[in-house]
T-cell receptor, first 115, second 121 residues
Framework: KQEVTQIPAALSVPEGENLVLNCSFT??????LQWFRQDPGKGLTSLLL?????REQTSGRLNASLDKSSGRSTLYIAASQPGDSATYLC??????????????FGKGTHLIIQP | SAVISQKPSRDICQRGTSLTIQCQVD?????MFWYRQQPGQSLTLIAT?????????ESGFVIDKFPISRPNLTFSTLTVSNMSPEDSSIYLC??????????????????FGPGTRLTVL
């Protein structure tokens, strides 16, 4: 059974700092990995998707890497801003033979950026 | 990306009653999913809503408790039946968006609705 772990569970840093969020998964046979942010009382916003054949994806100040063989992904946030405060969730697509499947989520990292 | 709406956005219900949650997508999508997020927890997949056939449920979830309909490629409902306080959660639907290329290889991004916050008294 796939398990996804995110470290740290919570993080508070001053504005402007660069930071790294970590995600690990137990079964390396994934099809892709997706990072989301969740704001209080709201749904999930997709940030980045990394296909299993890729090693990283970038969007603005965000960079996500994937090391499938070691079962790890990182989300790098550059020059953090108070608006980045949210819970960040890592999720992997379970795969049993291609085609779409549900996501297995980690418990998230609760990020606070101090002004 | 697909735009997803859910109704209701929140509800407070009495024990023993049922609530039906609607999920509407602004474009046709093949795959739709329902998730539950219990207080302080991450998301757990309930089932895959299959168009024209019975939903596929995950371990620990059964059709009698969470009946799902998927009458077409843009709409689905999840019913939470015979509710108890333990059913208090956020319920979210998601879709897989094949994007412009219509790629069905499974590498597609998933998008979520805003969620339905359910409180059972």
């Amino acid at each position: 059974k796939q398990e996804v772990t995110q470290i740290p569970a919570a993080l508070s840093v001053p504005e402007g700092e660069n930071l790294v969020l970590n995600c690990s998964f137990t079964d390396s046979a994934i099809y892709n990995l997706q990072w989301f942010r969740q704001d209080p009382g709201k749904g999930l916003t997709s940030l980045l998707l990394i296909q299993s054949s890729q090693r990283e994806q970038t969007s603005g100040r965000l960079n996500a890497s994937l090391d499938k063989s070691s079962g790890r992904s990182t989300l790098y946030i550059a020059a953090s801003q108070p608006g980045d405060s949210a819970t960040y969730l890592c999720a992997v697509i379970r795969g049993s033979g291609g085609g779409a499947d549900g996501l297995t989520f980690g418990k998230g990292t609760h990020l606070i950026i101090q002004p | 990306s697909a735009v997803i709406s859910q109704k209701p956005s929140r509800d407070i219900c009495q024990r023993g009653t049922s609530l039906t949650i609607q999920c509407q997508v602004d474009s046709q999508v093949t795959m739709m999913f329902w998730y539950r997020q219990q207080p302080g927890q991450s998301l757990t997949l309930i089932a895959t809503a299959n168009q024209g056939s019975e939903a596929t449920y995950e371990s620990g979830f059964v059709i009698d408790k969470f009946p799902i309909s998927r009458p077409n490629l843009t709409f689905s409902t999840l019913t939470v039946s015979n509710m108890s306080p333990e059913d208090s959660s956020i319920y979210l639907c998601s879709v897989e968006d094949p994007g412009l290329a219509g790629d069905e290889t499974g590498y597609n991004e998933q998008f979520f609705g805003p969620g339905t916050r359910l409180t059972v008294l």
